[in-house]
């Protein structure tokens, strides 16, 4: 069983998917960042300095009645929160990703199309089946017109 579990593990597959795991969760973190420290603040800013990370509704006040300015005082009040301004910076971010991941994809399809096959530059004559170039207008073994 241990053998098995080996050859499996090391399958080119298993090895290449692990990979792809590993730099996926990188490159998730790094695009995370990009929404959040990039993207939003100045999306922020255009929308009259709204901070995303503290758009959220209060459903019950917490043990401190509120107000609560941040989203950190609410939930260290022990408010129960709907954190929609967070939500969207998830959307963004999954679109971001998403995008990324379109772009990967279709450049490696791209790289992977193979070449489309030379023009042939021979044919076959109709009449003695024996292969001649494509522009013989005549067989040069039965000698029959070619059209």
Do not use: Q
């Not at 080119?12 to 998917?17: E, I, S």
């Not at 709204?50 to 939930?75: M, R, S």
């Not at 024996?130 to 040069?140: D, E, F, G, L, M």
């Amino acid at each position: 069983m241990g053998k098995e579990f080996k050859e499996f593990i090391m399958r080119g597959n298993v090895v290449d998917m692990a990979v792809g795991i590993i730099i996926g969760a990188a490159f998730v973190t790094i695009v995370k960042s990009l929404v959040d420290d990039i993207i939003m603040p100045p999306i922020g800013l255009l929308l009259g300095n709204v901070d995303f990370a503290n758009l959220f509704a209060v459903l019950k006040e917490g043990k401190v009645p509120g107000p609560y300015p941040t989203l950190a005082l609410a939930k260290a009040a022990g408010a129960v929160t709907v954190n929609y301004g967070l939500f969207i910076s998830t959307i963004i971010s999954f679109v971001v990703v998403a995008f990324c991941v379109f772009i990967l994809v279709k450049n490696v399809n791209r790289l992977k199309k193979e070449p489309a096959p030379p023009e042939p530059n021979t044919k076959e004559c109709p009449y003695c089946l024996s292969t001649i170039p494509v522009k013989a207008t005549k067989c040069a073994h039965c000698t029959a017109e070619i059209t």
